[in-house]
C-alpha cells in the first residue's frame, strides 16, 4: 500500500491536496466580480503609445529575476557535471538536490511566464487575456510550491507536489475563464499560499537549501495589499503610482529569497566537493 510508506509530513500533504480538490469540484462556486475590465485598474495612463504603461512595464523584474534565476541553475547544472566528469568517484551527498533544482527550473520559468502573461493582459485587459495571465501565475505557484515541499516535506515529494500545483492552477484558469467560478483559481492561489505559510511554520528537513519561506510570504502578502489599496494609492501619490504597479514590483521581489537560497547552495555543494576532492579548486573557481 502507498500510504504506509509515506511519511507524516507526505500524508499530511497528500490529504491537503486532496481536501483542496474536493473543495474545487464539489464546494460553493464562487462567481467573479461582474466589473467592466477598463474600469478595474486606477492607473490608465500611455506612454508612447503604450496603453496602461506603468501597469505593463512593472512587469519586467518578473522577467529580469526569472532569467537570472535560470542563469543560476544553469550554471550550478554546469559546474555539477563538470565536477562528475572529473571526479566520478564524488560521493552523493556532494550533489544539489534534483528535486529541489527542478522546481526552482520551473519556478524562475514561471516568473518569466508571468511577466509576459501579465503585461499582455494589461495592454487590453479582458477575460481571455486574464486566463492567460493566471496560467503564467501558476507555473510559478507550481515551482514554489514545489520547493518548499522539497524543504519541508521531502524531496521525493517536491516534483508530485508541483505537477499538481501546475495542472491544478491550469485547469482553475481556464475554468474561471468558460464558467465564472473563481472558486478553484482561489483555491490554488491562496489555498496554495496557505499550504507555504504551513510549511513555513515546520522545521526544514535535512539537506534543504535554507529557502526563507517568511520572506516569500511577506512579500506576496505586501503586494495583495498592494492590490486591494490600488486606487486609493493612486490618489495617495498624486497619481504617481497606483497599488497595482507596486503589487507587480513587491511581488517579484518573491524570487529573491529562491535566489539567495541557490547561491547558498551552490557555495555548500561545492564546499563539500572540495572536502572530498581538494584538487576540485579550479572546477569551483
Known amino acids: 500500500?502507498?500510504?504506509?510508506?509515506?511519511?507524516?509530513?507526505?500524508?499530511?500533504?497528500?490529504?491537503?491536496?486532496?481536501?483542496?480538490?474536493?473543495?474545487?469540484?464539489f464546494g460553493p462556486v464562487l462567481p467573479a466580480a461582474?466589473?467592466?475590465?477598463?474600469?478595474?485598474?486606477?492607473?490608465?495612463?500611455?506612454?508612447?503609445?503604450?496603453p496602461n504603461a506603468m501597469d505593463v512595464l512593472s512587469n519586467l523584474p518578473f522577467m529580469v529575476i526569472g532569467v537570472i534565476g535560470l542563469y543560476r541553475l544553469n550554471r550550478i547544472d554546469r559546474?555539477?557535471?563538470?565536477?562528475?566528469?572529473?571526479?566520478?568517484?564524488?560521493?552523493?551527498?556532494?550533489?544539489?538536490?534534483?528535486?529541489?533544482?527542478?522546481?526552482?527550473?520551473?519556478?524562475?520559468?514561471?516568473?518569466?511566464?508571468t511577466a509576459a502573461g501579465s503585461a499582455f493582459y494589461h495592454l487590453m485587459p479582458d477575460a481571455p487575456r486574464l486566463a492567460a495571465d493566471?496560467?503564467?501565475?501558476?507555473?510559478?505557484?507550481?515551482?514554489?510550491i514545489g520547493i518548499a515541499v522539497c524543504e519541508r516535506v521531502s524531496q521525493r515529494a517536491g516534483w508530485p507536489a508541483a505537477w499538481f500545483m501546475l495542472t491544478a492552477g491550469l485547469l482553475a484558469a481556464e475554468v474561471s475563464q468558460e464558467t465564472g467560478n473563481v472558486m478553484p483559481w482561489a483555491l490554488v492561489q491562496f489555498g496554495g499560499m496557505a499550504l507555504v505559510?504551513?510549511?513555513?511554520?515546520?522545521?526544514?528537513?535535512?539537506?534543504?537549501?535554507?529557502?526563507?519561506?517568511g520572506w516569500v510570504i511577506f512579500f506576496y502578502a505586501?503586494?495583495?495589499?498592494?492590490?486591494?489599496?490600488?486606487?486609493?494609492?493612486?490618489a495617495a501619490t498624486g497619481h504617481l503610482v497606483s497599488g497595482h504597479t507596486l503589487k507587480h514590483l513587491t511581488?517579484?521581489?518573491?524570487?529573491?529569497?529562491?535566489?539567495?537560497?541557490?547561491?547558498?547552495?551552490?557555495?555548500?555543494?561545492?564546499?563539500?566537493?572540495?572536502?572530498?576532492?581538494?584538487?576540485?579548486?579550479?572546477?569551483?573557481?
Open 34 to 50: 461582474d466589473v467592466a475590465f477598463a474600469s478595474v485598474f486606477a492607473d490608465d495612463r500611455r506612454f508612447h503609445g503604450l
Open 79 to 113: 559546474s555539477h557535471q563538470q565536477a562528475l566528469a572529473h571526479f566520478p568517484l564524488a560521493p552523493p551527498a556532494s550533489d544539489p538536490p534534483d528535486n529541489t533544482l527542478d522546481c526552482a527550473w520551473l519556478f524562475f520559468a514561471g516568473l518569466i511566464a
Open 251 to 285: 511581488a517579484a521581489l518573491a524570487g529573491l529569497p529562491v535566489l539567495m537560497a541557490l547561491g547558498k547552495l551552490e557555495k555548500g555543494w561545492q564546499e563539500r566537493l572540495l572536502r572530498h576532492n581538494p584538487d576540485a579548486a579550479a572546477l569551483t573557481a
Open 134 to 144: 493566471r496560467a503564467g501565475m501558476a507555473v510559478a505557484f507550481a515551482g514554489l
Open 197 to 213: 505559510l504551513t510549511m513555513a511554520l515546520a522545521a526544514p528537513m535535512r539537506g534543504a537549501v535554507g529557502l526563507k519561506l
Open 1 to 25: 500500500m502507498l500510504l504506509p510508506t509515506l511519511s507524516r509530513r507526505e500524508r499530511a500533504l497528500l490529504f491537503t491536496l486532496a481536501l483542496l480538490t474536493l473543495i474545487a469540484c
Open 222 to 234: 505586501l503586494a495583495k495589499a498592494f492590490e486591494l489599496t490600488d486606487h486609493q494609492i493612486y
